[in-house]
């Protein structure tokens, strides 16, 4: 009955999309102000059904209902229950589903709370959210079904791919769909706004907090999936450039571009086009996201659909929601004002200089993310990694890194660096000393060295802005963009640190014996067998000391899942504040001596507090602006109160 449950709630959501969908285009023409009042709640009530429908799915995992189909190919009665609930989007049809939840939830936040946009143009956007929404209704409920029954329960599960089941499940997938939907939202006010012809500051302030939650949630997504890949598949990679990895960060590379644009339309009315053609292309980076995950396309741990008809059908989508927005681009962009002019030397010029960096590494990552799949088609196999990706990328990197500590030191619309240069002096004396320094002090690649000399300087430049004036009297939003550019300096030096000074040791080693990997030795004190709720395992227990101090015990496993049958890797980590020490055992080899594979990698944690950091930035901003618009519209209520009162 649960199961029936969720699915009669995701029809009747898909119903009510698409009542959104016709009333709220409808509501457009005159004489269409009874339709206009069902489209609010219409979303709504689409967005309590779509919650419940997930709610239901989520129930059937946790009873590990055997007659599910969806349950019996991806959970195990013996699974603990954390990831028998994280099992129920770590496949293709929970996931899709969870994809539409937070889809149609957003938009019942968007109906629920929004009333800063003209009515016209918020039933506009409320009409393309629906839209988007009724693909993805249409490709779960008749391709996807979550709730498709066996005609005989199984007799046991057989469970959910072991490198999943780790805590990494729980945050990464949700963060990263709340980021894509979030970028839904902005393509839905990006087409609303085409519609009505109403792309002013107005439309840029209301779709703002939305674009900066949504870059918020991705920068976890991403930081978290980074980390997960990183200690989980124990072969001490942060990041492989694999498509899967593009795959998020595309969108996140529009989606800061898009907030920057936004921002300066919000605040100083312009960039107009250019903010409504990110709106389409960050949506459309987290559609082709889809397509490569889920299309089949793709063989990886991320990649669930392997029926290439599912991978038609989100190309389709993809087809009809991109081209579509493009084609009306395409016919409104005439009629979209060019807005406020501004000099080359000015804060609006340095972000605009910095989007334009930011979409041509998008269009690096796009590149060499499509073009082995384009000549794999031709039976031709070549591989995309760090040789393309790093020097290419770096070409557009390195000025975007200068601007960005320059950028915030400029005023609006016109300004001159003759005002600014006490603190440009500033900035490049650091990124003088730290080129020398680091350059007499040991030999490294020229990226690296690049990377350790951009990361100090942008440091400091992070908080130039603040250079001379009263801390309390800072807005939180300035917070916020100072702790997000200092995040990036932060992740960018670990980066750069792992990169330049890491070592590794593989060694075969005698139950008592040891070896070294830079400043550390590491003892094999014992290796013992372990099991774990659905995992037995072998596990060695390590004896780790820094430079001759104390020894501390760390205790990394090989592990044998038997549903399904697989082996994993499971790695210590012993962290200090200068790096990490990466520890894996493998296979015995010979008589008593086992397989250790050890990594010494300075600062590489400063990658994740980067990661970190460039998040709290981003919800300190929306802190900000949210606070903001509330004294704006304060404001603006007291004024019209006092008119009242005048003309009565």
């Not at 902005?186 to 949504?214: E, H, I, K, N, Y």
């Not at 997504?221 to 990679?237: D, F, K, N, Q, V």
């Not at 430079?547 to 399904?564: I, Y």
Request: glycine content about 10%; proline content about 5%.
């Amino acid at each position: 009955m649960i199961a029936e449950l969720g699915l009669a709630a995701l029809w009747l959501a898909a119903a009510l999309a698409a009542l959104q969908l016709v009333a709220g285009a409808l509501a457009q023409r005159e004489g269409g102000e009874e339709l206009a009042a069902l489209v609010r709640p219409a979303a709504i009530v689409q967005g309590l059904l779509a919650g419940f429908s997930f709610l239901m799915l989520l129930v059937l995992f946790a009873q590990t209902d055997l007659s599910v189909k969806l349950v019996a190919m991806n959970s195990h009665s013996e699974k603990p229950m954390l990831f028998k609930l994280s099992g129920a989007f770590g496949n293709h049809e929970g996931s899709m589903l969870l994809w539409i939840t937070v889809m149609a939830l957003a938009g019942a936040l968007i109906a629920a709370v929004e009333r800063r946009l003209p009515e016209k143009t918020m039933l506009a956007t409320l009409a393309a959210q629906a839209f988007v929404g009724i693909g993805f209704y249409a490709f779960l409920l008749l391709s996807s079904n979550p709730f498709e029954r066996l005609p005989q329960p199984a007799l046991e599960g057989m469970g959910l791919n072991p490198l999943l089941q780790d805590i990494g499940l729980v945050f990464h997938p949700p963060t990263l769909y709340i980021g894509y939907v979030g970028l839904s939202v902005a393509f839905s006010f990006a087409v609303g706004a085409l519609l009505t012809r109403q792309v002013t500051p107005d439309f840029a302030r209301a779709m703002r907090p939305w674009v900066l939650g949504a870059w918020v949630f991705l920068t976890l997504g991403i930081t978290a999936g980074s980390y997960w890949a990183y200690y989980e598949l124990g072969w001490g990679g942060w990041w492989f450039w694999d498509p899967v990895e593009n795959a998020s960060l595309m969108p996140w590379l529009a989606a800061t571009a898009l907030l920057h644009s936004a921002s300066v339309l919000a605040s100083r009315d312009a960039l107009r086009a250019w903010t409504i053609m990110l709106g389409v292309v960050a949506f459309s980076m987290s559609m082709v996201g889809t397509f490569l995950v889920r299309s089949g396309i793709l063989t990886s741990v991320h990649a669930f659909a392997v029926d290439p008809e599912r991978g038609t059908f989100i190309l389709g989508l993809l087809v009809l929601y991109i081209g579509g927005a493009l084609l009306l681009f395409a016919l409104r962009a005439g009629t979209v004002s060019e807005g406020e002019r501004f000099s080359a030397t000015s804060r609006e010029g340095a972000l605009v200089f910095n989007n334009v960096m930011l979409s041509a590494i998008l269009g690096i990552v796009l590149v060499g993310t499509l073009y082995p799949l384009l000549t794999e088609a031709f039976d031709v196999r070549v591989s995309v990694g760090p040789p393309y990706f790093n020097p290419v990328g770096a070409i557009f990197v390195v000025p975007m890194l200068i601007v960005m500590a320059v950028g915030p030191l400029l005023r609006w619309r016109k300004d001159s660096l003759t005002r600014i240069r006490v603190p440009l002096a500033i900035i490049g004396a650091v990124a003088l000393a730290a080129l020398i320094l680091v350059s007499l002090l040991t030999e490294i690649a020229i990226l690296p060295l690049l990377g350790l000399v951009l990361a100090l300087g942008l440091a400091v430049g992070s908080f130039m802005p603040i250079r001379g004036r009263k801390l309390r009297l800072l807005p939180i939003s300035t917070w916020g963009m100072m702790i997000a550019h200092f995040g990036i300096a932060v992740a960018l030096f670990g980066m750069a640190s792992e990169s330049a000074f890491s070592e590794e040791t593989l060694a075969a080693v005698d139950v008592g014996g040891s070896t070294e990997v830079g400043p550390w030795t590491v003892v094999l004190a014992e290796v013992r067998p372990t099991a774990g709720p659905n995992w037995t395992a072998l596990e060695g227990r390590l004896l780790v000391s820094y430079k001759g101090g104390t020894a501390t015990e760390v205790d990394p496993q090989s592990r044998n899942f038997w549903s399904p049958a697989q082996e994993t890797t499971e790695s210590a980590l012993t962290t200090r504040w200068n790096g990490q020490l990466y520890s894996v055992i493998g296979r015995q080899v010979g008589e008593g001596r086992w397989q250790l594979r050890l990594w010494w990698k300075p600062f590489v944690p400063f990658i994740w507090y980067g990661g970190m950091l460039i998040a709290l930035g981003g919800l300190l901003a929306l802190i900000g602006r949210l606070m903001a618009d509330l004294k704006r519209r304060s404001i603006k209520s007291r004024v019209a109160d006092r008119r009242a009162e005048a003309a009565q």
